[in-house]
């Protein structure tokens, strides 16, 4: 089993910055991409910034320029720094591994979700 676990969120004024963490262990051969995903209630789940195979990154148009995502490797773990936080980046933040477990197996795990509101 692989087990992914975040933290950092919170309640934070316009304008303020929050750091997310998300660690990744249990059965772990290696890993091919770490991201973060928001949801907010009715909508569908989106992407917010990924980091795959290590070095490509990609970013949500609504917050390139504000969010940088980075990962350390020798802990499995990826942050995802928020500046500049607005009102409509409120939702509940969600992080998503995927690698191999082994030669035969891969998997794909996601966190339980850490809340992230931005009000004044």
């Known amino acids: 089993q692989v087990q992914v676990v975040e933290s950092g969120g919170g309640l934070v004024q316009p304008g303020g910055s929050l750091r997310l963490s998300c660690a990744a262990s249990?059965?772990?051969?290696?890993?091919?991409?770490m991201g973060w995903y928001r949801q907010t209630p009715g909508k569908q789940r989106e992407l917010v910034a990924i980091i795959r195979g290590g070095s490509s990154i990609s970013y949500a148009e609504s917050v390139k320029g504000r969010f940088t995502i980075s990962r350390d490797n020798a802990k499995n773990t990826v942050y995802l720094q928020m500046n500049s936080l607005k009102p409509e980046d409120t939702a509940v933040y969600y992080c998503?591994?995927?690698?191999?477990?082994?030669?035969?197996?891969?998997?794909?795990?996601w966190g339980q979700g850490t809340q992230v509101t931005v009000s004044s």
């Open positions: 249990g059965s772990i051969l290696s890993i091919r991409s």
């Open positions: 998503n591994v995927e690698g191999r477990k082994n030669d035969y197996d891969s998997f794909g795990s």
